[in-house]
């Protein structure tokens, strides 16, 4: 099987494509401004068109790193091509100002580029091709800057660099502007290339002569003379345009296959698994120099990224599952076994064999990591004035371990004893990691030693690492996602996503006691709400109320820096609360005395109102940060409040209570804030009144005036029953004015009870007065008595009745009483309209004044309502 492979990787290489030229800057690892191509002084013609294309690759970024810097006496940057890494632009100026572009390009380290620009100063068109793709602006002279209608050239006679960016005709090159990477294929034309040969030259379909033009500058032609530290080779044109779609990077480190799956996934890959025979021969010759690292006693260099599937048989991928599409086993196949689940990866020593090993126990062999592009690390910790990059790439090798390039100058190496930072451009400045054993990698949080730094930070703790702004990292180095920090559950195995869960940071210098600042000339605002849960205590005989109540205060402290907050503000709970200043609330009642509070804790939340601020990479933890200003602070706090309150019972049951509790922050003065009133209004709940006092006795009123429709002869009954209510209904007064609160003034449901009372005690004396008027005339009545004599014969016949002639004196008849019952009659019948007529009035006197009462309410039934002032 080896030849075969042999043959397929000398065949592929072959047909690789022509060399062309390449040109290495910086080639000593140390920032210079003196790597440089430079043609010298008179060699450039004055020009109306310009043509510049190039190969190139960048290894660290800068600010407008030049492709082309070309001077004339007494003006820099007659003609400028700049390529920005940091601000993702294309810069292009020339002809003393009249053309100043700013492009968006988007440049990536690391990575083989094209590009093609072509300046036509005679339309005042700019056109540019990157990677294939065709741009064009049109009208970029400035016509302002024209000088009495003269042409617009580019001025001969001038000095062209390339690498380093000209400010005069002898140098002053600014080491911030200094290329660091490597050129190719450069070709610079006098001539406009059309947009067809500038799209097939970034897109490497003609190879190196995409026109017919001879090109006026080369890498080839002698005119670009080479200084400093840089290097001139050549290169295929096959690894310049070939796609780059994966990155590998071996950890030196033997471990178990779990533990190296653990280690790539820390660095955001996959264990790599060779595709195919080519791939396999390329990947060991690349690594095959960490034997001495990896190999065991069965000379395994690295773990395959793969597995085997005991139930169906087969070897699959890690990444997706799929059986392995190819696989370099010493036989034409291996069975997976239960003992044997993994692969392991032989060096060309072993003909570049795959064995199937243990995943455990005594086999060991190296994590080989795959990329889809390199990987990176954003470093978290130091001061804003650092010299330090704050992103960096995992890149190539030093001293046998993996590299860490910074994206301008800094990086972070194995010097055999220690992890080291140190800079290309700043020599002095270095950082030495404490590490407990040598195989610790750098990447995590760990503690570094500074010197050479412009922060004033010797000895901290810094974070290294690959997650991303959507994540968080463990202190370990590996990455969750940022919901899932300070949720009640350990996603770090080392619990450090559980750890700095506090959501509010008190800055240095903050004081607890003084107000949060206001800029403007209006008080300090704080909003307050309460919520009334309950009436514990409704004492009207002492004024005493005691009502349950839960209020939130609100307020900003744009002091403070709130950090993992929630949309739920329920889940943002303060733990150190006790540090933040809070509006601590006096609560006074109508009677301006201290309302007396039951002590129970509060709680503080923090509302989230605003999105996070931008990330601060001075800040270890990767928190999403907000704002004092525009996120708000809530003190909750539930107690029981027993307070007076002045009662007016006139109206008593229909009587409506105001009571007053006034809150303001202690120590705020009213120049600096306004008080805050509640007023509650207590209705009474007059239903039961009207069923229990009012209709019973009002019923026992026309009871009393029913009895003047008894027999006018039955004195008795009526008067017992009037006299019998009369008790009733005193008693009635008396339980209920037991219950009532005692005051020293008649309320309305005692005037009630008196008018009503008053009422049947006139009764009484009208029954008495119908009496006495039914007994007047009997009084007077005069009544004779004769002997009785036997009647004769004579006087059988006659009238008994009548008086005789013997009897000596006349009999007086009876007199009639059929006036005196007609005025007794009309008499009762008066008195009982009257006395109905008295109760309806008074039924309708109550009735229109409880009605007013309730009006005054409102209207509203309810046994309390609560108004914020």
């Known amino acids: 099987?080896?030849?075969?492979?042999?043959?397929?990787?000398?065949?592929?290489?072959?047909?690789?494509?022509?060399?062309?030229?390449?040109?290495?800057?910086?080639?000593?690892?140390?920032?210079?401004?003196?790597?440089?191509?430079?043609?010298?002084?008179?060699?450039?013609?004055?020009?109306?068109?310009?043509?510049?294309?190039?190969?190139?690759?960048?290894?660290?970024?800068?600010?407008?790193?030049?492709?082309?810097?070309?001077?004339?006496?007494?003006?820099?940057?007659?003609?400028?091509?700049?390529?920005?890494?940091?601000?993702?632009?294309?810069?292009?100026?020339?002809?003393?100002?009249?053309?100043?572009?700013?492009?968006?390009?988007?440049?990536?380290?690391?990575?083989?580029?094209?590009?093609?620009?072509?300046?036509?100063?005679?339309?005042?068109?700019?056109?540019?091709?990157?990677?294939?793709?065709?741009?064009?602006?049109?009208?970029?002279?400035?016509?302002?800057?024209?000088?009495?209608?003269?042409?617009?050239?580019?001025?001969?006679?001038?000095?062209?660099?390339?690498?380093?960016?000209?400010?005069?005709?002898?140098?002053?090159?600014?080491?911030?502007?200094?290329?660091?990477?490597?050129?190719?294929?450069?070709?610079?034309?006098?001539?406009?290339?059309?947009?067809?040969?500038?799209?097939?030259?970034?897109?490497?379909?003609?190879?190196?002569?995409?026109?017919?033009?001879?090109?006026?500058?080369?890498?080839?032609?002698?005119?670009?003379?080479?200084?400093?530290?840089?290097?001139?080779?050549?290169?295929?044109?096959?690894?310049?345009?070939?796609?780059?779609?994966?990155?590998?990077?071996?950890?030196?480190?033997?471990?178990?296959?779990?533990?190296?799956?653990?280690?790539?996934?820390?660095?955001?890959?996959?264990?790599?698994?060779?595709?195919?025979?080519?791939?396999?021969?390329?990947?060991?010759?690349?690594?095959?120099?960490?034997?001495s690292h990896c190999e065991d006693s069965f000379l395994s260099l690295f773990w395959a990224g793969a597995k085997g599937n005991v139930s169906t048989g087969q070897w699959v991928q890690l990444t997706d599952g799929e059986p392995i599409p190819w696989h370099n086993f010493s036989g034409s196949s291996s069975p997976v076994r239960a003992q044997h689940q993994c692969i392991t990866v032989f060096g060309r020593n072993t003909r570049y064999f795959w064995d199937e090993t243990p995943?455990?126990?005594?086999?060991?062999?190296?994590?080989?990591?795959?990329?889809?592009?390199?990987?990176?690390?954003?470093?978290?910790?130091?001061?804003?004035?650092?010299?330090?990059?704050?992103?960096?790439y995992l890149n190539d090798y030093e001293n046998e371990r993996p590299k860490v390039d910074g994206a301008l100058h800094s990086r972070v190496v194995w010097d055999n004893t220690s992890w080291v930072m140190v800079s290309r451009r700043h020599q002095g400045l270095k950082a030495v990691m404490y590490a407990d054993t040598s195989d610790t990698f750098p990447i995590g949080l760990r503690k570094w030693t500074i010197s050479g730094d412009k922060c004033a930070q010797r000895q901290v703790e810094l974070l290294l690492t690959l997650c991303s702004k959507e994540e968080f990292t463990c202190k370990d180095g590996t990455c969750i996602h940022r919901d899932k920090i300070c949720n009640s559950y350990n996603d770090c195995l080392d619990h450090s996503d559980e750890l700095n869960c506090e959501v509010i940071k008190v800055p240095r210098g903050y004081s607890e006691d003084n107000f949060p600042p206001s800029f403007t000339n209006d008080p300090l605002s704080i909003y307050f709400l309460i919520n009334i849960t309950s009436i514990r205590i409704f004492d009207l005989t002492s004024f005493t109320i005691a009502i349950d109540a839960i209020w939130h205060t609100k307020w900003n402290d744009s002091r403070l820096t709130f950090t993992n907050l929630q949309t739920n503000y329920q889940t943002n709970k303060a733990r150190q609360w006790q540090r933040v200043w809070m509006p601590m609330l006096q609560v006074t009642d109508g009677t301006k005395s201290l309302v007396k509070k039951g002590q129970r804790a509060g709680v503080l939340y923090v509302i989230r109102r605003t999105e996070p601020l931008l990330d601060d990479e001075q800040m270890i933890n990767e928190d999403h940060r907000y704002s004092g200003d525009n996120n708000t602070l809530m003190h909750q706090q539930q107690d029981t409040l027993e307070f007076k309150c002045h009662c007016d019972l006139r109206l008593y049951p229909f009587d409506t209570q105001r009571c007053y509790l006034v809150f303001r922050v202690q120590d705020l003065t009213h120049t600096r804030g306004a008080l805050l009133k509640v007023e509650l209004e207590l209705s009474n709940q007059y239903r039961y009144y009207l069923a229990n006092v009012f209709l019973p006795s009002f019923m026992l009123s026309l009871v009393c005036c029913l009895t003047f429709c008894f027999d006018l002869d039955d004195f008795t009954d009526r008067i017992m029953v009037t006299l019998t209510s009369m008790l009733v209904l005193a008693g009635f007064f008396a339980q209920t004015s037991q219950s009532n609160p005692k005051t020293s003034y008649l309320k309305l449901i005692d005037v009630w009870y008196l008018v009503l009372i008053c009422e049947v005690f006139g009764i009484i004396v009208a029954l008495v007065y119908v009496e006495n008027l039914r007994l007047g005339p009997q009084n007077h009545r005069t009544t004779k008595i004769a002997p009785y004599s036997a009647p004769t014969a004579n006087t059988r016949h006659k009238d008994i009745s009548a008086p005789g002639p013997n009897t000596g004196h006349k009999d007086t008849p009876p007199r009639s009483n059929t006036g005196h019952t007609g005025k007794l009659v009309v008499v009762n019948r008066f008195l009982v309209g009257a006395f109905l007529c008295t109760s309806i009035i008074i039924l309708i006197c109550f009735c229109v004044i409880g009605m007013n009462a309730i009006n005054d309410c409102g209207g509203v039934l309810v046994p309390w309502r609560n108004y914020i002032q």
């Open 1 to 291: 099987m080896m030849w075969p492979a042999l043959v397929l990787y000398l065949l592929i290489h072959s047909s690789e494509g022509r060399n062309v030229t390449l040109v290495k800057f910086q080639t000593d690892g140390v920032a210079s401004m003196e790597s440089m191509l430079d043609a010298g002084v008179g060699r450039i013609p004055s020009l109306t068109q310009v043509t510049v294309c190039l190969h190139f690759r960048l290894l660290h970024g800068g600010k407008r790193v030049p492709v082309v810097s070309y001077v004339v006496q007494g003006f820099d940057n007659e003609l400028l091509i700049g390529l920005s890494w940091n601000e993702h632009s294309l810069y292009v100026e020339c002809c003393r100002d009249m053309v100043v572009e700013d492009l968006p390009l988007v440049v990536t380290l690391y990575t083989w580029q094209h590009l093609c620009v072509a300046l036509d100063l005679i339309d005042g068109t700019l056109t540019y091709v990157f990677n294939g793709e065709l741009n064009k602006k049109e009208q970029i002279i400035d016509q302002s800057k024209m000088r009495g209608g003269k042409r617009v050239q580019m001025e001969g006679g001038g000095r062209l660099t390339i690498g380093q960016e000209l400010e005069s005709l002898e140098g002053d090159f600014d080491i911030t502007q200094a290329m660091d990477g490597e050129i190719a294929d450069y070709k610079f034309y006098n001539v406009i290339l059309t947009p067809e040969e500038m799209v097939s030259f970034t897109t490497c379909r003609k190879g190196p002569s995409v026109s017919s033009n001879t090109p006026l500058l080369t890498l080839n032609n002698g005119l670009l003379e080479l200084k400093g530290p840089t290097t001139k080779s050549n290169i295929s044109e096959y690894e310049i345009c070939k796609k780059m779609t994966s990155y590998l990077i071996l950890i030196p480190k033997k471990e178990e296959f779990e533990g190296s799956v653990t280690t790539c996934e820390k660095l955001k890959g996959t264990l790599a698994l060779p595709k195919n025979a080519e791939d396999n021969v390329n990947i060991v010759d690349k690594f095959q120099h960490f034997s």
């Open 359 to 392: 995943c455990s126990g005594f086999t060991t062999s190296c994590p080989l990591c795959n990329f889809t592009s390199r990987p990176l690390l954003r470093l978290r910790g130091l001061c804003q004035s650092t010299w330090f990059d704050r992103e960096l």
